[in-house]
């Protein structure tokens, strides 16, 4: 497996396409819920929004890149090898997470070793030292600080591991990918971005986008339905970031938020303390 520095590229992906005709208008997306073939029905999300505390939703990368020096050596590392000295495992850390503190127990650096990719060791990068402190991960309430393993490399670069117990992650940890982004400063009324409609043939009139919702106990499912008429015509696909205002029927508390499409989390900024 191939690591780098993580890095967020915010931009246009430009591809030319030609479009058949199609007017979503006849075929709008249906409601999430519905009854819909399995092959293209919603993934069910099945998430324990009551546990306290909440689990913590981990998006890529669980290892961070803390310090970065730039050397190709790490920029086509194929995995990890510790080789210092093993620092004793303190006890549970008291940790603040969106839904209040939590006292939460450590693994020990053995253990974050053994989770760390791996390869052959032509490939591998030495790990020379490791220490506890914090670190910054990416969750679906945001940028959160947790305790981390601090790993620094033969070469001078420093990359952080959840020093967490897998257990106070949601799927014990297992990396999940945002789809989308979401804003609100109240928890009931949402900014979703899920991009603009297509941009109109010649002659047509625009199409209209809007977000489909399916409340449940344990997630918010966001579904698309676009009505008017996509043309047939040769456009360059250029993705447009807009937000859709969605207001729910009580506030998004501990659930998660769904997108319909993928089955993906979609991360949620939320209001300022």
Do not use: N
């Not at 080789?83 to 850390?93: D, L, S, W």
């Not at 450590?106 to 914090?134: C, F, H, N, Y």
């Not at 999940?176 to 009324?189: E, N």
């Not at 506030?251 to 993906?264: A, I, K, Q």
């Amino acid at each position: 497996m191939r690591l780098r520095p993580s890095v967020v590229v915010l931009g246009s992906i430009l591809a030319v396409a030609g479009c058949a005709g199609v007017d979503r208008a006849a075929t709008p997306t249906l409601p999430i819920g519905s009854d819909l073939p399995a092959s293209v029905a919603p993934v069910a999300v099945d998430f324990p929004a009551t546990a306290a505390p909440r689990p913590i939703v981990l998006f890529q990368p669980k290892l961070v890149t803390v310090e970065w020096q730039g050397l190709e050596e790490e920029k086509a590392a194929t995995g990890y090898r510790f080789t210092g000295v093993e620092p004793p495992t303190p006890g549970p850390t008291s940790v603040v997470l969106p839904d209040g503190p939590a006292t939460l127990p450590l693994i020990s650096v053995r253990d974050a070793v053994a989770a760390l990719p791996g390869g052959g060791r032509d490939g591998e990068v030495e790990l020379v030292s490791a220490e506890l402190g914090t670190a910054a991960f990416t969750t679906d309430r945001g940028r959160l600080e947790l305790p981390a393993w601090r790993f620094r490399s033969s070469f001078g670069s420093v990359y952080a591991w959840p020093a967490v117990t897998p257990e106070a992650f949601w799927k014990r940890g297992e990396e999940i990918i945002g789809s989308h982004h979401a804003r609100t400063t109240d928890g009931v009324r949402l900014e979703v971005e899920l991009g603009a409609p297509p941009t109109p043939c010649r002659g047509d009139a625009p199409a209209v986008k809007e977000p489909v919702v399916t409340e449940t106990e344990t997630s918010v499912v966001i579904g698309v339905r676009t009505t008017g008429p996509v043309g047939e015509c040769a456009r360059t696909a250029i993705y447009v970031p807009r937000y859709y205002p969605v207001t729910l029927a009580k506030p998004l508390g501990s659930r998660v938020l769904v997108f319909e499409e993928d089955g993906g989390i979609i991360p949620v900024t939320p209001p300022s303390p």
